[in-house]
């Protein structure tokens, strides 16, 4: 379940005592009872957003708020989809493990990409709809099949 979100107050509050004042994300959190995380995710977004202090004095609470929270509503960022098809052919090269393609996707997209668990499950679904196929080579007189029979121990 989502944390609910600061009220502009609070947030107008914030980036004065951040921005204004000049106090550290530890002492912004204890002065206003939040947690320091979300005092570093409402300045990461005030940031985004092209604020400064002081704000214009025309923001009003529903402008600042449409600023910060542009998807509103609850809606998701629009994440970039994995090529899971040349992922799943690069992790048959030998020590290439899931973690390390998912390292250099989060490089290329360290904004708008899946963190590690959700790109992980994503890559399963993805791989839960691939045809199996157990493909055996065989070279000539590498190996021997014998089928065995057993007989019935039972008197005929």
């Keep these: 379940m989502p944390a609910k979100r600061l009220s502009m107050r609070k947030i107008r509050e ?7 004042e000049g106090l550290s994300q530890t002492a912004v959190a204890r002065s206003l009872s ?3 995380s979300t005092v ?3 300045e990461r977004r005030a940031k985004r957003a092209g ?5 214009p004095g025309d923001l009003d609470e529903a402008s600042l708020e449409s600023l910060l929270y542009r998807s ?6 629009e994440r970039v989809k994995p090529d899971f098809a040349a992922i799943h052919k690069e992790l048959g090269k030998r020590y290439v ?6 390292q250099e996707y989060k ?3 360290p904004e708008d990409g899946y963190q590690y668990s959700r790109f992980r499950d994503l890559y399963r679904q993805y791989r839960s709809r691939l045809d199996v196929a157990l493909r055996q ?3 000539a007189g590498e190996k021997l099949f014998i089928e065995t029979r057993r007989r019935s121990s039972a008197p005929s």
Excluded: D, N, Y
């Design 14 to 20: 914030l980036l004065r005592l951040r921005w204004g």
């Design 51 to 55: 604020l400064s202090w002081p704000l």
């Design 107 to 109: 490089r290329a997209h």
């Design 137 to 139: 080579e065989h070279r």
């Design 72 to 77: 509103g509503g609850g809606k998701h960022l």
């Design 97 to 102: 493990t899931l973690q390390l393609v998912w």
């Design 34 to 36: 939040i947690a320091s």
């Design 40 to 42: 570093w995710e409402c």
